[in-house]
């Protein structure tokens, strides 16, 4: 069974920084695009940042210049180095994969369980 475990979050003073990780675990043939997604109170989960397998990246425009998105296919983890971190930045960060875990399966969407990052001002 796969699983997503996000760990790095917590609290941080504005300008402060943060390292999120996600680890992929369980049976896994190979795992396509990867990504962090946030969902602040009364708001819709929204893209913070993506990545694929040959790592190319995207960002939402709001994190653009302040956050890193990577990843290591060799641990079957990516990463969100978050810089210059701002209180709009609160929010609940969940990773996502699209991971085949057996070569004969169809590709399916993973999530993670979710990290509170909380940014004071």
């Known amino acids: 069974q796969v699983q997503l475990v996000e760990s790095g979050g917590g609290l941080v003073q504005a300008g402060g920084s943060l390292r999120l990780s996600c680890a992929a675990s369980?049976?896994?043939?190979?795992?396509?695009?990867m990504g962090w997604y946030r969902q602040a109170p009364g708001k819709q989960r929204e893209l913070v940042a993506g990545i694929t397998s040959g790592g190319s990246t995207n960002y939402a425009d709001s994190v653009q210049g302040r956050f890193t998105i990577s990843r290591d296919n060799a641990k079957n983890t990516v990463y969100l180095q978050m810089n210059s971190l701002k209180p709009e930045d609160t929010a609940s960060y969940y990773c996502?994969?699209?991971?085949?875990?057996?070569?004969?399966?169809?590709?399916?969407?993973?999530w993670g369980q979710g990290t509170q990052v909380t940014v004071s001002s």
């Open positions: 996502n994969a699209d991971i085949r875990a057996l070569w004969y399966q169809p590709t399916l969407e993973y």
């Open positions: 369980g049976s896994i043939f190979s795992i396509n695009g």
